[in-house]
């Protein structure tokens, strides 16, 4: 465990400890964020188990033979699958699990790595707002929106299209170099066992379906996982990955600390604080000004803490929370901690990439610089015409 992880959970400790966070204040946070976090462990579980089953693999595949050696549609296959991955089983996975099979994807068919990879990178965070499962942020949001009378879905479709469309484009342009002519692919892998990937394909189908449906997304992640896990250990008498590495403990530790800590803080004035900062109103003024802010502190700390902090000043109305998640889903791609996606990705690209090929951060930064800017107005502006 890394001493970032073990210093929020020491303060996260003091917080409860000394009281600085009141009982009734943390029996309700706890009410709050404990479906999220089973659902956070059950999905990362189940997306492990979907790359044991080679659902990944087949997908990659699958988008190449589409592709039919043109490199046009190579990319914008490679957009498909890490939107569709971000959509429905949230962008961490998009960052840990799909990056590595992009990677080698671009091996496989003489392409550069360059465009592809920060095609996922942008797309696991854009690409996370049309559902409550897609993002962390959303899943605490969702609840809010559900209470004020508001569909998830109906609030957030016409944003989160605005800024999928907007981060194509801008990519499109960014890469058009990279992205043309043919290529003649190598054979990809066969499944090593066809039976468990159309198992992982079917349960996939029906937990999203479920998603989608509104059910409740933490038993209907938490019931697919153990569907697929019994899959995996019928047919392969065991999980390969060692249960313990299926769920990041220390970042689930430390997204619970980070809850404690910032409801701490809200306890004691942080809220007013973000009142002056953020604004309240909810005219097209008051939300580019919320938008900007909370872009702004999503790069400058990270999206979590940042949503955490500005929710009690947007979280009562339903186009300021759509602005709010705009801004902390889309904005934070500039600065390498900006979201958690981002280092995923970094680390994968690292592990599993060229060096002779591999983006570095003066690429992160400035796709950021150009790409966040214009998704978020983008998004920004569709809320407004739609409230």
């Keep these: 465990m890394k001493v970032r992880h073990l210093l929020v959970i020491a303060v996260a400790t003091l917080v409860i400890v000394t009281g600085w966070l009141p009982r009734e204040d943390a029996l309700a946070l706890a009410a709050r964020t404990g479906p999220v976090l089973v659902f956070v462990v059950a999905i990362t579980a ?5 790359a044991v089953s080679g659902l990944f693999d087949a997908a990659a595949g699958v988008a190449v033979r589409v592709a039919t050696g043109r490199r046009i549609l190579l990319w914008l296959s490679v957009a498909a699958l890490a939107t569709l991955c971000t959509v429905t089983l949230s962008l961490d996975t998009t960052a840990v699990l799909l990056t590595p099979v992009v990677v080698a994807m671009a091996r496989r068919t003489g392409a550069a790595a360059l465009p592809l990879a920060m095609t996922v990178l942008a797309l696991s965070n854009t690409a996370s707002l049309l559902l409550p499962v897609s993002n962390l942020t959303n899943l605490l949001a969702a609840p809010d929106l559900a209470r004020e009378g508001s569909s998830y879905l109906a609030v957030m479709a016409l944003p989160a299209l605005a800024v999928l469309v907007t ?12 992205i043309g002519g043919r290529f003649v692919a190598e054979p990809g892998p066969r499944p090593e066992d066809p039976v468990l990937l159309r198992a992982a394909a079917v349960v996939t189908v029906v937990m999203v379906a479920g998603f989608v449906l509104g059910q409740d997304y933490a038993l209907v992640a938490t019931l697919g996982t153990l569907v697929l896990g019994t899959a995996v250990l019928l047919r392969r008498h065991s999980l390969v990955v060692p249960l313990a590495d299926l769920v990041p403990w220390p970042m689930l530790l430390t997204v619970a600390g980070l809850f404690v800590v910032v409801a701490g803080a809200h306890a004691h ?5 973000a009142g002056d900062v953020a604004g309240t109103g909810a005219g097209p003024a008051d939300l580019a000004q919320l938008a900007f802010v909370g872009a702004l502190a999503a790069n400058g700390l990270n999206n979590l803490p940042a949503f955490l902090a500005l929710g009690p000043v947007a979280l009562d109305d339903a186009a300021r929370t759509a602005t709010l998640l705009v801004a ?14 981002t280092l995923l990705w970094w680390r994968q690209v690292r592990r599993h990439g060229d060096p002779s090929d591999q983006p570095g951060w003066r690429q992160v930064v400035g796709q950021g610089l150009v790409l966040a800017p214009l998704a978020v107005a983008a998004g920004t502006l569709a809320v407004v015409v739609s409230s």
């Design 328 to 341: 902390v889903n889309a904005g934070p791609l500039i600065t390498p901690w900006g979201s958690l996606a």
């Design 46 to 50: 189940y997306a492990e188990l979907c």
């Design 167 to 178: 981060t194509l484009l801008v990519l499109a342009v960014l890469y058009r170099r990279g």
């Design 269 to 273: 004035g942080l809220a007013d604080l």
